[in-house]
């Protein structure tokens, strides 16, 4: 299946349905990787430490444009925490070998 149909079903598309903490954890991200002179900052690091982290976390989904009650959240504290237990992880045993880590790309 091509990629422009792959969330489709019958004649509605269910692309706009989206995990709520997915950029709440980017936004988080800006602010954290510069931090951490330590982590390799590569794509496949970063994407590691990305999935590691939602997987962490209470997924929350939700469609756009949709109300959305209230639920519990974990606080900005609580991200951090998980990003940095996550970034310490894919430090300890990255996806490529530590001499082709490329920080920042």
């Avoid at 988080?28 to 982590?39: E, G, I, N, Q, S």
């Avoid at 496949?44 to 959240?73: F, H, I, K, W």
Wanted: glycine content about 2%; charged content about 25%; aromatic content about 6%.
């Amino acid at each position: 299946m091509d990629a422009k149909n792959k969330y489709w079903l019958k004649d509605f598309s269910l692309e706009n349905i989206r995990n709520r903490q997915e950029i709440r954890l980017v936004e988080l991200m800006r602010k954290v990787l510069p931090t951490r002179a330590d982590f390799c900052g590569c794509r496949l690091c970063v994407e590691d430490v990305y999935a590691l982290s939602l997987n962490s976390m209470p997924a929350q989904y939700a469609q756009a444009g949709s109300l959305v009650l209230r639920t519990a959240m974990p606080t900005e504290t609580d991200m951090v925490d998980i990003l940095h237990q996550a970034m310490d992880k894919v430090s300890a045993v990255p996806n490529h070998p530590k001499s082709t880590a490329k920080t920042g790309s």
